[in-house]
């Protein structure tokens, strides 16, 4: 099989990950913002275990996870400022597709260029980068429904940030040396924003949590961490 339709089928595959929230159709509200504070602290997890056991790892300048760190505080500043007067859409919510969005192009240039090495190599590659997309889209749609997302806008508005890693396998396999040497800034700022945005908006939200709820939010938390790592 060409490595080129290798790497947009497994793409493809990955984008289709943007519509796991598909199941709330079928329920109710009230359970939904239930589980809904779950896939919020799973989130945090995911996004802390990405960005600290994955994307930080690969981070050659540490200066450029600052950078990521204060572009998003800068970001959601700037939306808070412009949108959230009448808004009912919180910023995070903005952010966090701004960050999935970067991360999956990053993850198509990483498979192209991985199947470029060996085609053994590249579905290798490929497995755990949808093994830990799954439920890191799972808390992602979650944190979309709590920012005020209606539940199909959310599920749209996530498949189409999940198809820039289609992008990322284009651009990669056009691009190879020099996106080789952009996602040396990428990779790190990408760290710096999934970072920011677990800390200051999303473990914010399990503080709020009471009782039974918060003890679960911290479980799921933890959930999403050890998976990342463990991935």
């Known amino acids: 099989m060409n490595i080129l339709v290798a790497a947009l089928i497994i793409t493809l595959i990955n984008s289709s990950f943007g519509f796991v929230g598909l199941f709330?159709?079928?329920?109710?509200?009230?359970?939904?913002?239930?589980?809904?504070?779950?896939?919020?602290?799973?989130?945090?997890?995911?996004?802390?275990?990405?960005?600290?056991?994955?994307?930080?790892?690969?981070s050659f300048i540490p200066s450029m996870v600052v950078i990521g760190f204060l572009a998003f505080f800068l970001l959601e500043e700037v939306l808070h400022w412009h949108r959230c007067r009448i808004c009912t859409i919180h910023p995070y919510s903005y952010l966090i597709l701004i960050g999935d969005?970067?991360?999956?192009?990053?993850?198509?240039?990483?498979?192209?260029?991985?199947?470029?090495?060996?085609?053994?190599?590249?579905?290798i590659t490929s497995f755990l980068i949808l093994l830990h997309e799954f439920p890191q889209e799972l808390g992602?749609?979650?944190?979309?429904?709590?920012?005020?997302?209606?539940?199909?806008?959310a599920m749209l508005n996530a498949f189409l940030v999940q198809t820039t890693s289609i992008l990322g396998v284009i651009v990669g396999s056009l691009f190879v040396s020099t996106v080789k040497h952009i996602s040396v800034y990428i990779i790190p700022f990408a760290a710096g924003g999934f970072i920011y945005i677990a800390a200051s908006?999303?473990?914010?939200?399990?503080?709020?949590?009471?009782?039974?709820?918060k003890l679960k939010s911290v479980l799921w938390m933890i959930v999403g961490i050890l998976l990342l790592a463990f991935i």
Do not use: Y
Request: no cysteine; proline share 1%.
């Open 24 to 58: 709330s159709l079928f329920v109710k509200k009230r359970k939904l913002d239930a589980i809904a504070s779950s896939l919020i602290a799973l989130s945090a997890g995911t996004l802390l275990g990405g960005g600290l056991f994955h994307l930080l790892k690969e």
């Open 101 to 123: 969005a970067i991360h999956n192009f990053i993850d198509g240039i990483v498979i192209i260029t991985s199947f470029l090495v060996s085609f053994k190599l590249g579905l």
């Open 201 to 213: 908006d999303l473990i914010p939200a399990i503080h709020q949590e009471k009782g039974i709820q």
């Open 140 to 153: 992602i749609f979650g944190v979309l429904v709590k920012g005020g997302f209606e539940r199909k806008r």
